[in-house]
Structures are given as C-alpha cells and as structure tokens.
C-alpha cells in the first residue's frame, strides 16, 4: 500500500471540504448523492465550518509565539521580556513654565518641586507640575523651571513581610517613568529587573499588562529587599493625558498651588513660553516590533551610530533621532556624537527632554565620547501646481482632497531625518487624487534632498484649478 498523501496546507473550509467529500467512496459506495441538499452533505459542511474555525484559531495561536506576527498585546509585551524590552505606558509632555512676580521681593522665593498649573482646554484641562524647586532671588522678577503634563495621585498599601509582593494600582494612564515608591521615610528605586540587585537593595519593579494596570513587584531578600512587615508602603505617579497634553505656548496660566514666604501667600502668575511636547499614547505594536530588536542588538550600550540611533528611538518621549559624526559632518571632531531628536508630535524638544535624555545616554555611552543633544530642523517644502479637473467635479471639493493629501504625506509620522523628498512621489500624489484628469507640477522643479538634521514640512500650497478640455 502506498503512502498516504496528506495536505498539511489544506486548512480552510472549501479545501477540508474537497478532503472529505474525496474520501467517501473510500468508506461506501452507497453514498452518491453530493447535493448540498443532502444531509449528509449538510452535515458533512457544518464539520468543514468548524475545522475551519478551529484551524484558523490554531494558526493564530501559532502566529502569537513570534514577535513578528503576534497582534494580542499582552503576547507582544510577554514576548518583549523576554529580550529585555518594556512597551511604555502614555508619556506625559514637558514643558518651561516661567512663574512671574508683579513686583520684585525683598527677600529669595522658593517655587517648591510639585507646583500644580493648568491649562484649559476646549474639552477639559491639562494640568502640569513642577519637577524641581525653583528660585526667585530678592530683585528678579521670573523664574524658568521645567514641568511635566499629569495629575499627581498617591496610593499606600501594609507589607506582609513576603518575598516577590505584590500591588497593583488603581489609577490607569500612569505616566512613564512617574512612579516613586517610599516605604516608611526610605524611598526605593526602579529596576527593570532584580538579576543586579542585592539582598538589600531597596529596589522595585513596575509590570504593565495589556489593560495598562500597572502592578509592583518587590524582591525576595535574595535578589533585592522585602519591605518589613507592616511598613506602610507609599506610592506617588502621575496620571497623564498623552498626545492631548502637547500644547502651544502661553496655554498654560492658571496657578493651582498656592506658593508661600513667610507665611503669606505670594501673587504669582505662570505661564509656558514654549510648547509642551513629547506627550504620546501607550505604545502602539508596531512601534515594540521595530524598537525591541533594535534595542535587543544595541545591548543596551551606545558605542555604534545604530546603537545611539536606537536607545534615542526607544526613550519615552523621543519620536524620531538622527546621529551625527565625523563621518556624516567634517565640522564635528572625532570622539563627539551630534543627535537630533524630534519629540512626540513633532516640535522642539523640552529642555527637560534633552536633560534627562543626556542623563540617560551617560551610563551607556563610551566614556571618551561627548554627546551634543540638538533640535531638529524643520525644513518647508512648498507646492505650487496647475491641476485639471475633470468636468463635473467640484472644483472646491478636489481642492480640499488634494490639500489632505498633500498634509497626509507630510504628517510628522510620514516624514523622517534627511528624507528626500522625490518630485515624482508629488506629482503622482496630486495626479491620483479623485477628480484629477492631469496636473503641471511647478515647484519644487526637482528632487529636494534634506541635510541629515532636517525634517520637511509642508509649506505654502498654490493650487490653480481648471477644467479639463
């Protein structure tokens, strides 16, 4: 008897359904009526639907193992530890708030790390919180002091005196990076994990899972320290609003906190000279596919211009980064690395950004390297057109399409360092719009190539529509 032939392929419904219908006259020949009225034949396809169903869920289970192909978030940030990569939680926005007096004191005035502000906006408010004491000395008038987007909430839970405890918090849209744990007048430090940490080491570790509930976690006494029995253990972080806290300057005016000398209120009036940027939503799928082998390769040392590239991508706050050397400048000396950032929705970066990115890059960078952060440059690229429109068509309508397009392509998410940007990939957008017969294409004339800190922007649009003979 020869072998039997099996098709591991043959998976959905139609084919398990040839399969089956093939094998009959195999088992009988006293079933010969094939006609999807017959009830064997009914029968026969309520099995073919199941199989199916059941080979798709077998395949899509299969598909979760691997970074690549797995879509359920809790596999992906499952799959991440692994390798040593956390997906982000929302990162809050930062900003310089600048807290003015309305006549100069005879004494020095301390702005306390913690001062609440906030801006209104059309559908809620934003508020925002200092992340250092500032001073005013006698005679000045202003301040600067960096700030970042969130609501401070605390929280406080009794150890049991167990190794590996437990809590999970109850707020959601924890902003990264914000959580600081205290238990009882000692405050502990986060780690990614406990593989460094000593029996006492006053270290913890803050799980996030795919319903963005955060957990903490503490050692067993071996591999970081057990909170004694019944210590109150506290817990302070902010609640961000993501994306939504980038706002434009002077957004931010009403002062929460009230700031005191000498027991009096002082009258202070605050406001945000530059943008708050770098707020984002959670991190989105694709971004854990594409960042976690890029970070996995750099092994979490900046010593290639890949490896700068990478952490920089990989910091909360940080959309886009572009390095510099000698190799990409003659201008820049040997052992001295220039990195472009772009935060999150484009913009400048914060100073805060930029401080605690350098702070970041310190324990990993070669020691004989120095690190220039630098703002990005957006570079406009503007479109003048003659466009022909087919008879018709509204010729406001394709006007509006043709300008959505147009910003589609040159939204922040499109667009990357030294991009260049081809005349043909503009003259084919604008001539695929609907209601487009054909197009002349007058500026740019040609190729425009960026410099490697430059990121292009739509500029000015001219459009002069006609109608098509």
């Known amino acids: 008897m020869g072998r039997a032939s099996i098709g591991y392929i043959n998976k959905d419904y139609e084919s398990i359904r040839q399969e089956l219908l093939a094998k009959i006259p195999q088992l009988t020949d006293r079933w010969t009526d094939f006609n999807h009225s017959d009830l064997g034949v009914v029968m026969l396809d309520l099995f073919c639907g199941v199989g199916d169903m059941l080979a798709y869920y077998l395949d899509a289970q299969a598909a979760e193992a691997f970074l690549p192909t797995a879509r359920q978030r809790q596999n992906v940030i499952n799959l991440c530890k692994l390798i040593g990569y956390r997906l982000d939680s929302p990162v809050a926005s930062t900003t310089t708030l600048r807290f003015r007096l309305s006549a100069p004191l005879g004494k020095d005035l301390t702005i306390p790390a913690g001062t609440a502000c906030r801006a209104l906006l059309s559908d809620g408010e934003a508020d925002f919180e200092t992340v250092e004491d500032g001073l005013i000395p006698r005679g000045v008038l202003s301040v600067d002091i960096p700030a970042r987007q969130g609501v401070r909430r605390t929280e406080t839970f009794t150890s049991s005196g167990l190794p590996f405890q437990r ?50 976690i503490f050692g067993d006494g071996q591999s970081g320290a057990v909170p004694a029995q019944g210590s109150a253990i506290t817990v302070s972080y902010l609640q961000t609003i993501g994306d939504q806290g980038n706002l434009g300057p002077n957004r931010i005016t009403q002062l929460l906190s009230p700031v005191y000398l000498d027991g009096g209120q002082v009258s202070l009036t605050v406001a945000n000279p530059v943008p708050a940027t770098g707020g984002a939503s959670r991190e989105a799928l694709e971004h854990a596919r594409r960042q976690a082998p890029a970070e ?146 007058y500026a740019p004339q040609q190729d425009i190539e960026l410099r490697h800190g430059e990121i292009p922007v739509l500029g000015s649009v001219n459009l002069d529509l006609r109608r098509a003979g």
């Open 296 to 441: 996995l390769r750099s092994l979490w040392k900046a010593v290639t211009l890949e490896d700068y590239q990478a952490l920089a991508e990989g910091y909360p706050g940080v959309a886009k980064a572009k390095v510099l050397d000698t190799n990409a400048c003659q201008n820049i000396r040997y052992y001295n690395v220039q990195l472009a950032i772009a935060p999150n929705g484009g913009g400048m970066p914060s100073a805060l950004l930029k401080r605690d990115l350098a702070e970041f890059f310190e324990r990993r960078k070669v020691i004989t390297v120095e690190i220039n952060l630098c703002d990005p440059i957006y570079r406009p690229v503007s479109i003048d057109a003659e466009v022909y429109i087919w008879p018709g068509e509204p010729l406001e309508n394709v006007r509006s399409r043709i300008e959505a397009a147009l910003s589609d392509f040159f939204s922040f998410d499109q667009v990357s360092f030294g991009q260049t940007i081809h005349f043909s990939d503009l003259v084919v957008l604008i001539d695929g719009v609907r209601g487009v017969s054909h197009m002349h294409l």
């Open 167 to 216: 809590f999970r918090l109850t707020g959601d849209l924890i902003a990264q990076g914000t959580i600081t744990v205290s238990v009882g007048d000692d405050a502990w430090s986060e780690v990614d994990h406990f593989q460094d940490s000593l029996a006492d080491s006053r270290h913890f570790m803050a799980d996030l899972d795919a319903l963005d509930i955060s957990t903490l």
